[in-house]
T-cell receptor, first 112, second 114 residues
Framework: DAKTTQPNSMESNEEEPVHLPCNHS???????IHWYRQLPSQGPEYVIH???SNVNNRMASLAIAEDRKSSTLILHRATLRDAAVYYCILRVLKTSYDKVIFGPGTSLSVIP | DAGVTQSPTHLIKTRGQQVTLRCSPK?????VSWYQQALGQGPQFIFQ???????QRGNFPDRFSGHQFPNYSSELNVNALLLGDSALYLCASSLDRAANSPLHFGNGTRLTVT
């Protein structure tokens, strides 16, 4: 099963950019990179996803390395509401197979 | 537009009992997955339902079973509850099997087994 590795925890000051790294060295050509975050007492929330090119949406940006073995989630200006556990996952899709494997994620603390 | 809804939000059961958890997917979604999340860990995949059939399964015993109804809603059943089954159970829905289809999660059912 495809795996990702992330730092256990990170800290950021409020209103500063945050770069959350993820390694996925065993990624295959058709695997999508998804990011989700989970606030306390809630289910995971979709943040962004991509395949090869960098992606931007209203929540964040996703920078994907050229060899696709790593990616970085970028929060442009951290707010206190961004304090959460961030999960980088690979969406593995093959015939009759659609499986998502979560690691322990990165717990992001935002300092006022 | 309602997102994924799960019921009940909390549940307390005794070891050996059986439990049924329910999930209504986001409107228009046809695929439902179930996850178990122990405290301090990431969600662990239990199984996925599509077109009323279990399409694939994670590393969970047969005590865990499910069902998907024609309206795409789903149930998770756990028999012979163990203390270790205490966890947050999450339901996620998606539009189809495409890898570019984001998962939408409910806020889960917190199951406590005593």
């Amino acid at each position: 099963d495809a795996k990702t590795t992330q730092p256990n925890s990170m800290e950021s000051n409020e209103e500063e950019p945050v770069h959350l790294p993820c390694n996925h060295s065993t990624i295959s050509g058709t695997d999508y990179i998804h990011w989700y975050r989970q606030l306390p007492s809630q289910g995971p929330e979709y943040v962004i996803h991509g395949l090869t090119s960098n992606v931007n949406n209203r929540m964040a940006s996703l920078a994907i390395a050229e060899d696709r073995k790593s990616s970085t989630l970028i929060l442009h200006r951290a707010t206190l509401r961004d304090a959460a556990v961030y999960y980088c996952i690979l969406r593995v899709l093959k015939t009759s197979y659609d499986k998502v494997i979560f690691g322990p994620g990165t717990s992001l603390s935002v300092i006022p | 537009d309602a997102g994924v809804t799960q019921s009940p939000t909390h549940l307390i059961k005794t070891r050996g009992q059986q439990v049924t958890l329910r999930c209504s997917p986001k409107s228009g979604h046809d695929t439902v997955s179930w996850y178990q999340q122990a405290l301090g860990q990431g969600p662990q995949f239990i199984f996925q339902y599509y077109e009323e059939e279990e399409r694939q399964r994670g590393n969970f015993p047969d005590r865990f079973s499910g069902h998907q109804f024609p309206n795409y809603s789903s149930e998770l059943n756990v028999n012979a509850l163990l203390l270790g089954d205490s966890a947050l159970y999450l339901c996620a829905s998606s539009l189809d099997r495409a890898a570019n289809s984001p998962l939408h999660f409910g806020n889960g059912t917190r199951l406590t087994v005593t």
